[in-house]
């Protein structure tokens, strides 16, 4: 096949197959979920009690999927005047206790029952932790959790900034073709990564932990560029294992550090296997794909191709300056995104809310129940004072209310899902989280610096001839002179060339 045709079928492919990627991300819900509820509903007929047994049972999936405890009605309370103290009723609990002529009943209690039990339907809101947005996967948790009990979700959330993931996903990205462009001439076939820019854009929907991935990933294809590169080459067995398999086999631990290194990144972050092994796979196919078009380059008009006299023993630490534009991208978005609020993203409005105000009112009313009249709640008993004829006047300054210390007592219990629905209906914005201080947020950063700064030094070593070309011994007809490398004996060339037991490759136009 021809260049020509070549270039045609990989840009054909790798299009069609990142462009597949990023519907799969959008699809999925990985494009627009940072934390939020889960609304389960069943029939009224359910008891709640049962909901929240089940709900809670498997501790397994509580510690993925669960930011708190599921909301319902059998989970709340409601304060209630024992005349002389206050004690906290559960909400499933109450018309058992008070009944709806009790003056004691303030109301509160049957608005914060319509929040969960509502048209024939019972409700519970379950708080999610972020990233646990395939829907599918936790429509089949949910299922394996309420077993034969027939119930429906639907998920708010709030949006990820994903103007900021993919900006920086895309200025990552040039500097990477910059570097690329630069060194083409040092690390010849390095262009071949060029097509991994699309392919590898749909980790940008994880933020810092997507851009590790996509660095380890890209770090890996670098690593093993050459062997690629010959694999496509050849096709007898005898050939591979020959020019490939036995050459390159120092390669196959680095493999397995790389692998290492993602599996950690994918086990301890939000990233899924959903879009990783998918993203993996087009990687692959896109790369040798890509390496073989490049090896196609110019074929006709060169008149001779540099042939490897000696093979690498080890593999090219170069991939650690490829790397670190994703590196720099995961760090900044690591930084940013605590910063960045997120839109509140849901189906329908919430009509059934209750106000932090009507909480305190009802502390207030059951707190000073004991000295109002019967017959109403603003019943208060009036003051009165001495009049200027010595008869009691009322006092029309007194307003009856009580004072009551709102510390003594819980905090409105449903703030933060009340909050949230709140905002969901008016389309608001979600406050950054600053100061979350987990080690899980900053790991995918701490493994891209663990490369980068291994392949930095041992690159200097290079640079700098203690690994390459030692200071004494066979290549004694070589000095330094301020700080460079310098031949001095032209002589040696063949020597260098042919009997050099070096661990690292020399090259020579054959």
């Known amino acids: 096949m021809s260049f020509f045709r070549s270039f045609l079928l ?45 709900l809670n049972g498997s501790e397994n999936i509580i510690s993925n999927i669960y930011a708190g405890s599921p909301v319902s009605e059998s989970s709340q309370w409601v304060m209630l005047d024992e005349f002389g103290s206050l004690q906290a009723v559960p909400l499933d609990q109450y018309n058992e206790r008070v009944l709806s002529f009790d003056p004691r009943n303030d109301g ?36 394996g959790m309420l077993g034969d009990i027939p119930f429906s979700a639907e998920y708010i959330g709030i949006g990820k900034p994903l103007r900021l993931f993919f900006t920086a996903y895309a200025a990552s990205s040039l500097l990477l073709v910059i570097i690329c462009c630069l060194k083409k001439k040092t690390h010849p076939g390095i262009t071949a990564v060029f097509a991994l820019v699309p392919a590898l854009s749909c980790f940008a929907f994880f933020g810092a932990s997507g851009f590790a991935a996509a660095a380890l990933i890209l770090g890996l294809f670098i690593c093993l560029r050459e062997p690629v590169g010959e694999l496509v080459k050849h096709r007898s067995l005898k050939l591979i ?7 390159y086999k120092m390669h196959l631990p680095f493999l397995a550090v790389f692998a290492a290194a993602i599996a950690v990144t994918v086990i301890f972050t939000e990233l899924k296997l959903l879009v990783l092994l998918p993203g993996f796979i087009v ?5 040798f794909l890509s390496v073989k078009t490049v090896s196609l380059w110019g074929n006709g008009q060169r008149r001779f191709v540099p042939v490897m006299i000696i093979r690498r023993r080890l593999p090219d630490f170069s991939f650690s300056l490829y790397m670190a534009p994703l590196a720099a991208a995961a760090f900044v978005v690591m930084l940013l995104t605590p910063y960045m609020p997120g839109s509140f993203s849901g189906g329908n409005k919430f009509d059934y809310l209750v106000d932090e105000q009507d909480y305190l009112a009802h502390l207030s009313y059951q707190a000073s129940f004991s000295t109002r009249q019967l017959g109403g709640q ?12 010595g008869l009691p006047v009322e006092d029309t300054k007194y307003t009856g209310l009580p004072k009551i210390n709102f510390d003594d007592y819980p905090p409105f219990p449903v703030k933060h899902l009340m909050d949230f629905l709140k905002n969901v209906n008016t389309g608001g914005k979600a406050a950054p989280v600053i100061g979350k201080g987990r080690i899980f947020e900053c790991l995918p950063v701490l493994i891209l610096l663990l490369f980068i700064f291994s392949g930095l030094l041992f690159n200097s070593k290079i640079v700098f001839g203690k690994i390459l070309l030692p200071a004494k011994g066979r290549f004694a007809g070589f000095k330094k002179f301020t700080g460079m490398l310098r031949r001095t004996d032209i002589n040696r060339k063949n020597m260098l060339l042919y009997n050099g037991k070096d661990a690292f490759r020399i090259r020579k136009d054959a």
């Open 108 to 143: 509160y209690a049957n608005k914060l029952k319509d929040v969960f039990v509502r048209d024939g339907k019972r409700y519970v809101y379950i708080p999610l932790k972020s990233g646990n947005s395939a829907l599918p996967s936790l429509d089949r948790q949910f299922v």
């Open 241 to 247: 294992y020959k020019n490939v398999i036995e050459p």
């Open 10 to 54: 990989l840009s054909l492919v790798t299009i069609i197959l990142s462009a597949g990627l990023l519907v799969l991300g959008f699809s999925s819900g990985y494009g627009g979920f940072r934390g939020g509820y889960a609304v389960l509903s069943a029939d009224a007929s359910v008891d709640d009690r049962l909901l929240q047994s089940r």
């Open 283 to 287: 990687s692959v196919a896109v790369f």
């Open 378 to 389: 603003g019943a208060l008993y009036p003051a009165y004072l001495s009049g200027e004829d």
